[in-house]
């Protein structure tokens, strides 16, 4: 393999995000908050045999309380991303930002990301200031995506609960927040209305794929659904491999989810051993078909303009 990884789980790092990160003294769930600039995020990709990253914003999002300060930053950030990718269309592609939960705000920079952007997607936070994506007052935003066959980058960020002392939120709660928020929009039938989005859950879905079987007493809680519509409904999930590609629990992970859903990650520049990660799913004991889909076929089904039409490699569906 030489430069071949699609990495759908890539961050950058704009200046004035970082600026506005620090005038509210905010962090991705206390954690130190990584230089990162476009020659070392190459440098990195060079590395780890990475063609091509999905850039996208991490915790804690843009919205830090004002409404039009989080629409001007949402596009401020959105367009550096684009112009990343414009520059080397080859090597970067962008999930834009939106300013949740000002849901008309929202609306309003999806449009600007995919028509004026050519955006390849969007990234949600797990939650905003406490509300998860399956609530109510966000089926307008998941209209519209899943009219635009959107795809959709779910990222935890730290939930609306006291971190435990010495343990920032990436090490414990971010997992635990991406299963909260996957959970309730399948409870709360997102996923089932809304079938045309391909939504991508950071860090293998976190618990998702090891409790699954667990969540589909939801059923019993909310009308209209049932134990094997849960379990019909999480496999409509993708799942990316950051952080996650170890033998604990990559196993859980192939074990439930649609082969054809599993995508790379490296969590660059936030994780702090990409290397380690990345040698664990190459050394895995899956076929090297199968490997050879996580690290690209997948992604290619999910952006064809980065589809390499003679040495496509996915499996089939």
Known sequence: MTRDRIDTHQHYIPAPYRREMEANHRSAGGWPTPNWNVEGAIALMDTEEIATGILSVSAPGIH???DAQARDLSREVNEFGADIVKDRPDRFGLFASLPLPDVDGALAEVAYAFDELDADGVVLMSNVHGTYLGDPRYEP???ELNERKAVVFIHPDAPPIEMLDGMPS??????FDTTRTAVHMVAMGV???HSKVKVILSHGGGFLPYAAYRFTGAAAFHEGITPEGILEDLRKFYFDTALSSTPASLPSLTAFADPTHITYGSDYPFAPSTRQFSEMLDHSELDEATKA??????AELLFPRLARSATRTTLPR
């Open 64 to 66: 830090f309380g004002n």
């Open 141 to 143: 935003l998941w209209a």
């Open 170 to 175: 990436p090490l414990l709660d971010f997992p």
């Open 191 to 193: 996923m089932q209305r």
């Open 293 to 298: 889909a996580i690290n690209r076929g997948n």
